[in-house]
């Protein structure tokens, strides 16, 4: 094999692993470690990415409360009765950055119509580099400050739970999980989850 055609191979390689690894980071920033995912979820796996269970088959969701980013003191019990959206991220998280626009636009359009967000902050060591990416992106609903994800583990196993950077579960109004993502969304995948969950009656 000549010089030239050696360089040829080496470059092919080179493209087809930076290829991989970038698919990898935009898929998911990380992934598993949290709270396991074994037992009957009773969920359906959606060919969109999005799992779905059922009315009746539900899971109740853990009660998340603590401090936010702000400062200020939150339990998601206080959203009982509305469809509520939460959302982990980082602010170290490429797909996080990608989607935050997404959350905050679909968020201002279905604020008002019985459905709350709270995200869920992780891994970050400090409260700085959340707050500017909130600033940056426009975010102004409430996120929890989880640098070692303990909100995350409060989700049992055999539950819908988080399982990646980002996840977003959609909890109805009995405060029970019907439909969880474990990928960065578009605002139409976000819509799609949370208008189902609204209609129920």
Do not use: H
């Amino acid at each position: 094999m000549s010089a030239a055609s050696r360089a040829r191979s080496r470059f092919a390689l080179l493209a087809v692993t930076s290829a991989a690894v970038a698919a990898l980071g935009l898929s998911a920033c990380s992934s598993g470690g949290t709270s396991g995912g074994g037992g009957d979820t009773n969920f359906v796996a959606g060919g969109d990415g999005v799992d779905t269970v059922a009315t009746g088959k539900r899971a109740a969701a853990p009660e998340l409360s603590g401090e936010t980013i702000d400062g200020k003191q939150l339990s998601t019990a206080d959203y009982k009765g509305k469809v509520l959206v939460i959302n982990v991220w980082g602010s170290w998280c490429p797909p996080c950055r990608a989607e935050a626009k997404n959350f905050q636009t679909v968020y201002e359009d279905v604020k008002g119509q019985g459905v709350e967000f709270v995200g869920i902050n992780t891994r970050d060591t400090s409260t700085t580099p959340a707050k500017a990416f909130e600033k940056e992106y426009g975010v102004t609903f409430p996120s929890l400050y989880d640098p070692t994800g303990k909100q995350m583990l409060r989700f049992g196993k055999g539950t819908l739970n988080p399982q990646a950077i980002p996840s977003t579960l959609v909890i109805d109004r009995d405060g029970k999980i019907a439909a969880r993502a474990l990928q960065p969304l578009s605002e139409d995948k976000l819509r799609g989850m949370i208008k189902p969950v609204l209609a129920e009656k």
